[in-house]
C-alpha cells in the first residue's frame, strides 16, 4: 500500500470515528422516546378506572442527568484505593401518577391506588384475628405497557450497528 493510500484509510477512520459518540446517543434516544411514547399510551389505554383521576394526575418527566458509577472500578471490577468513581450520563423518563385523592378526610397517593390496581390487594390479618380488607384481583395494566419496554436495548444495538453499516459504506475505495 502507498503512503498516500494509508493517509486516505487513516482520514477515512478518523471521519467514522468523529463525532460517533454523539451519533449513537441520538439513535439511543430515538429508541428511549418512542418506546416510552408507546408505554404511556397503552397505559392510559388500559386504565381500569373511569372516573379520570389517574389519567388526570399521570406525569411523564424527561430526566437527563450525570450519575457517578457505583459498581466496582478497576481494571478488573476491584475498585482497589485510590480509584474515584466512573461518571455516565444517564438518559430516561419517569412515569408516576402525582397527586392524591381525598376520602374520608384522608389523602390516599394515586401511585398507590395504580399499584393496588395493578398487582391486586389482599385480605389482611389483623392483631385481633379479623380479616380486614378486600381481595382484588390483580389487573396488570402497568405490567402490559412494561411490555412495550421489552427488547429495548437490542433495538438500540440494532439500529446503532446499522448507523455504523452506512457509515461504513462511505469508505474511500469502494
Not at 50 to 70: H, I, M, P, T, Y
Not at 113 to 126: D, H, P, Q, V
Not at 134 to 153: C, K, N, S, V, Y
Request: proline share 2%; glycine share 10%.
Amino acid at each position: 500500500m502507498a503512503n498516500g493510500d494509508l493517509k486516505e484509510v487513516f482520514d477515512w477512520l478518523g471521519m467514522i470515528a468523529d463525532g460517533l459518540e454523539g451519533e449513537c446517543k441520538e439513535v439511543a434516544i430515538e429508541v428511549i422516546d418512542d418506546r416510552t411514547r408507546k408505554y404511556v399510551e397503552v397505559l392510559i389505554d388500559n386504565l381500569p378506572v373511569s372516573d379520570g383521576d389517574l389519567k388526570e394526575s399521570l406525569v411523564v418527566e424527561n430526566k437527563q442527568e450525570n450519575r457517578k458509577f457505583k459498581g466496582l472500578t478497576g481494571k478488573f471490577g476491584g475498585g482497589g484505593r485510590g480509584k474515584k468513581a466512573e461518571e455516565y450520563s444517564w438518559y430516561g423518563y419517569q412515569v408516576l401518577f402525582d397527586g392524591y385523592r381525598e376520602e374520608n378526610g384522608k389523602r390516599k397517593p394515586l401511585q398507590k391506588i395504580a399499584n393496588s390496581l395493578n398487582y391486586g390487594t389482599e385480605k389482611r390479618l389483623t392483631e385481633d384475628m379479623q380479616f380486614r380488607g378486600a381481595i382484588t384481583t390483580p389487573l396488570l395494566f402497568m405490567e402490559q405497557a412494561r411490555r412495550e419496554l421489552r427488547g429495548m436495548d437490542k433495538e438500540i444495538y440494532d439500529n446503532t450497528q446499522a448507523m455504523l453499516n452506512e457509515r461504513g459504506r462511505r469508505s474511500p475505495k469502494q
